[in-house]
C-alpha cells in the first residue's frame, strides 16, 4: 500500500473513529425519562424524575413524598406540573414564536426535554445491614452513584435538563439526616441559557432569551392511606384545601428566626391539607378511621417554602417581590401544549399569560384560597368542580437572559404533623364519641381550653399540622441561611447485624466513625415487636467501643426489630441557631430493619415434645397470641430438617413447609398453598423428618429420617 494511500486510509478511519466517540459520548449523556432516583435516609423519603419534574404515578398508585416514612402508606406526592415560557423567541428551525413554553413531562422527553444528568451522591458510604444473613439494604445499593465526603448535606441530587428553548436546567436537591432537619428538601434550581437545545454538547442557539417566566403548579394527595377513609378521589388529591403565608416578606427580609420564636407567618410559603368530601357524612378532617378505631390517617400538611430568588443574572440578592404569584389554582385547568408544532401557537400564547400570573380560564388566584372560600364550600373540589383538585401556584420572573447567564431560584418543600402517637390518642378519642352521641367531652383543645363538640376538638388538633409545618419551613429557611452548616450527628455504624439465636437475639455493629470525635457518646439500640411500622422503644445504650449486645429479653415466638443509632453529647448544638440545642442522633434510617429476628429453639428433643401454638388458634385472641401478626401459627420443638403438610380433617393437602434452617421452630400464617387464608375448622400437621438427628453433645440419635408424627389443631375464626 503507498503511503498515500496509508494517509487516506488513515484519515477515513480517524474520522469514522471521531464519529463513533461522538456518538458513544452523546449516547451517555442521554438519561432515560423513566431514570429516577431515591432518597431513603430521613423520615421524609421521596424520588426524583430525570425529566426534571415529578408525576407519582407509578400505575399502581401516587407514590413520593412519604412522611412519616416510619410507616406504609403514606405517600403524599400527585404531581408537579412545571413550565417554563419566553417571547420573541426563534427556534433552531428558524421559526418565529410571539410566545414559547414548555412543559416538563414525561411525554415531552425527546422533544422539548433532553436529561443529560441524573445523579445521587452521598456524604459518606451507606450502611449494610444484615438480618440472619440477608443484607436486607442490598434492594437499595443502586440508591447512590458517588461518594464525595466533602459535600455538607447527606444527599445530592444532581438533575440536569436541556430544552429545546435552550434554557437549561440544573437542579440540586439537598438532603439532611439529622433530626430537625430531615422532613424536606433544599431544591436549588438554576436556568442557564446555554443555546443547548438537545442531547449533544453543540450549541444550536446564540441569542438572548427575553421575558423568561418559571412556574409551576404542585398538588399533594395527603394522603395514600387517607385516602383510603376519606374517599378514593382523595388518592389524587380532589378535596386538597391550600393557603399561602408571606404577604408581608419584604418587611421581614432581615428578621431572624429564633428557637425563642420557631414559627413565623411571614415566610414566603404554600401549603396543603385534605379537606372535606362532600359525599361522606362524618366530618372527615384528619382521615378519621371511622370504621376502625378512628386513628386519624391524614394528618399531614405539606408544601413549598421560597428561600432565595435571584433579582436578575448580575444581581444575585433575594428578590423580595417573587414569586410574583403565590396562590392557588385548579389542577387540572392548564393550556395543553401538544406537538410543539405551529399548531400551538395559540396554546403557547395561553400559556405565557398563565405564568404572567393570569389563571387560566380564571380558576385560580393569588390569595389565600382556604381563607376566602371555605364557609361556604367545606369541599375545596365544589369551588372549582376540576376533578384535579387544587394546586399551589408558584409564578417567578420575567427575566431576559443572554448567553451564558443564568437565574437561580431555591425552595424547600417539606411534609408536617400530628405524630403517629397523637393521631391515635386523638382520633380514638374522636371515635368513641363518635360510637355514642351522648358522649360530649369534654375534649382538650391545644391551646388548653375544652369543648363537648367531638370534631371541634378532632380538627383543632389536625389543625395544628399548620405550626408544624411553618416550624419546619423556618428551619430548612435557618439552614439556608447559615449556609447548610448545620450542626451534624455522628455517622452511623457502616456494618449492622442481627442474628436469631436460642435463647437470645445477638445484635452486632462496626465503629462508627465518628467514635474519635471529643463529642462522641455512643450508641442506642431501638426495638419494636410484631412488625417494623410500630414504636420502636429504646433498650440499651452502648458506650464508645463497644460493638455488640445481647437482646436477652426477647420471647420466643415473637417477631422483632432494631435499628442502631450513634450520637454525640450535643456539644456541638449549643447555639440554637438553626433547630434546638441537645444531643444529635445519626438516622433510624440508616439500619433500621425490615425483616424479623426470632428466638429460635434449639431442635426437639423427640417426636412427642412436637407442639402447636396457639392450639386452638381465636382470631378473637389473635392480638394476645402473636402482638403484630395476627394469622401466626407455631410449630415448636420440631425436628432440626423435616417437611410439615398440613390437611384438613377430611385430608385434602392445603399447605407444605419446608422447614431447613436447623431449629426447633416454624411458622405458619394461616395461608394455604393457593394463597387463602384458612377457615374455622380441625387440621393435621403430619411432619416427616428428612434428615436424622443427633443430640449436639452427646452424639446420641434422638430420630431417624423418615420418622413420622402428627398434631391435630383447631382453628376459630
Known amino acids: 500500500m503507498s503511503i498515500r494511500r496509508q494517509s ?239 404577604e408581608n416578606y419584604a418587611q421581614h427580609v432581615n428578621d431572624r428566626i429564633t428557637e425563642a420564636n420557631p414559627i413565623v407567618d411571614w415566610l414566603r410559603c404554600g401549603f396543603g391539607w385534605a379537606g372535606q368530601n362532600a359525599k361522606n357524612a362524618f366530618d372527615n378532617i384528619g382521615g378519621p378511621a371511622v370504621k376502625l378505631d378512628g386513628r386519624l390517617t391524614a394528618p399531614q400538611h405539606a408544601g413549598i417554602v421560597v428561600l432565595h430568588v435571584d433579582k436578575s443574572p448580575e444581581d444575585r440578592s433575594d428578590d423580595s417581590n417573587q414569586p410574583i404569584v403565590l396562590g392557588w389554582h385548579a389542577g387540572d385547568t392548564y393550556p395543553s401544549l401538544g406537538d410543539m408544532s405551529p399548531q400551538t401557537i395559540d396554546k403557547m400564547k395561553q400559556l405565557y399569560s398563565m405564568l404572567s400570573g393570569n389563571p387560566h380560564q380564571g380558576l385560580g388566584g393569588n390569595e389565600r384560597f382556604d381563607e376566602k372560600y371555605m364557609a361556604s364550600n367545606p369541599d375545596p373540589y365544589t369551588v372549582h368542580n376540576d376533578a384535579g383538585g387544587t394546586n399551589i401556584w408558584i409564578c417567578y420572573g420575567p427575566w431576559d437572559l443572554a448567553p451564558g447567564e443564568s437565574i437561580t431560584i431555591v425552595e424547600a418543600e417539606g411534609v408536617a404533623g400530628l405524630s403517629r402517637q397523637m393521631c391515635e390518642k386523638i382520633g380514638r378519642r374522636w371515635k368513641k364519641a363518635y360510637d355514642d352521641p351522648t358522649d360530649k367531652g369534654p375534649f382538650p383543645l391545644p391551646d388548653g381550653g375544652t369543648t363537648t363538640d367531638k370534631d371541634e376538638f378532632k380538627n383543632a388538633w389536625v389543625y395544628t399540622g399548620k405550626d408544624s409545618i411553618l416550624l419546619t419551613f423556618g428551619r430548612a429557611k435557618r439552614n439556608y441561611d447559615a449556609g447548610y452548616q448545620i450542626p451534624q450527628p455522628p455517622l452511623p455504624p457502616p456494618l449492622f447485624e442481627v442474628t436469631s439465636g436460642g435463647d437470645r437475639i445477638f445484635l452486632r455493629w462496626s465503629p462508627s466513625p465518628s467514635e474519635g470525635e471529643p463529642d462522641f457518646a455512643g450508641y442506642k439500640i431501638f426495638r419494636a415487636v410484631g412488625k417494623p411500622d410500630t414504636t420502636f422503644e429504646e433498650i440499651y445504650t452502648a458506650m464508645p467501643g463497644e460493638t455488640e449486645y445481647e437482646d436477652t429479653e426477647a420471647e420466643r415466638g415473637k417477631a422483632y426489630y432494631y435499628y442502631i443509632v450513634a450520637f454525640n453529647d450535643g456539644s456541638n448544638n449549643t447555639t440554637g441557631e438553626t433547630n434546638p440545642t441537645g444531643p444529635l442522633y445519626s438516622s433510624r434510617f440508616y439500619t433500621k430493619t425490615n425483616q424479623p429476628a426470632y428466638l429460635r429453639r434449639q431442635a426437639g428433643e423427640s417426636l412427642a415434645e412436637i407442639r402447636v401454638v396457639p392450639n386452638p388458634f381465636n382470631v378473637r385472641a389473635r392480638d394476645l397470641q402473636y402482638p403484630g401478626e395476627p394469622d401466626k401459627i407455631m410449630f415448636l420443638n420440631i425436628p432440626a430438617k423435616c417437611i410439615i403438610r398440613i390437611y384438613t380433617v377430611r385430608g385434602d393437602l392445603i399447605q407444605t413447609i419446608h422447614h431447613t434452617d436447623g431449629s426447633g421452630d416454624e411458622v405458619w400464617n394461616s395461608v394455604t398453598s393457593s394463597r387463602q387464608v384458612v377457615v374455622s375448622g380441625v387440621y393435621i400437621a403430619h411432619f416427616t423428618v428428612t434428615e436424622d438427628y443427633r443430640d449436639p453433645e452427646t452424639g446420641e440419635l434422638k430420630y431417624r429420617k423418615g420418622d413420622t408424627a402428627i398434631r391435630k389443631f383447631v382453628i376459630i375464626r
Not at 426534571?52 to 403514606?74: F, H, M, T, V
Not at 421559526?95 to 456524604?123: C, H, M, N
Request: aromatic share 16%; proline share 4%; charged share 20%.
Open 8 to 246: 487516506v486510509w488513515l484519515s477515513a478511519w480517524l474520522v469514522v473513529l471521531g464519529l463513533w466517540m461522538r456518538s458513544a459520548s452523546e449516547l451517555q449523556a442521554q438519561v432515560e425519562a423513566t431514570e429516577k432516583r431515591y432518597v431513603r435516609i430521613g423520615s421524609l423519603q421521596s424520588h426524583f424524575s430525570a425529566y426534571g419534574s415529578e408525576r407519582a404515578w407509578n400505575n399502581k398508585y401516587y407514590e413520593g413524598l412519604i412522611w412519616p416514612a416510619d410507616y406504609p402508606y403514606q405517600d403524599n406526592a400527585v404531581i408537579k406540573r412545571a413550565w417554563i415560557g419566553v417571547m420573541d423567541f426563534t427556534d433552531e428551525k428558524g421559526r418565529y414564536w410571539e410566545r414559547y413554553g414548555i412543559y416538563f413531562a414525561a411525554d415531552y422527553v425527546g422533544q422539548s426535554l433532553f436529561p443529560v444528568e441524573l445523579k445521587q451522591t452521598a456524604k459518606f458510604p451507606p450502611p449494610v445491614v444484615y438480618v440472619d444473613g440477608y443484607n436486607i439494604t442490598a434492594p437499595y445499593a443502586g440508591d447512590v452513584d458517588e461518594i464525595d465526603p466533602e459535600q455538607i448535606p447527606d444527599r445530592i441530587i444532581t438533575n440536569v435538563v436541556n430544552t429545546s428553548m435552550g434554557l437549561t436546567l440544573t437542579r440540586r436537591i439537598l438532603v439532611f439526616s439529622q433530626q430537625y432537619h430531615d422532613n424536606y428538601f433544599i431544591k436549588i434550581f438554576t436556568f442557564t441559557n446555554t443555546g443547548n437545545t438537545d442531547y449533544d454538547d453543540e450549541i444550536e442557539l446564540n441569542a438572548t432569551l427575553k421575558g423568561v417566566r418559571i412556574s409551576w403548579g404542585v398538588r399533594y394527595s395527603v394522603c395514600r392511606e387517607g385516602a383510603f377513609h376519606i374517599g378514593g378521589t382523595q388518592s389524587w388529591g380532589q378535596h386538597m384545601w391550600v393557603t399561602k403565608r408571606g
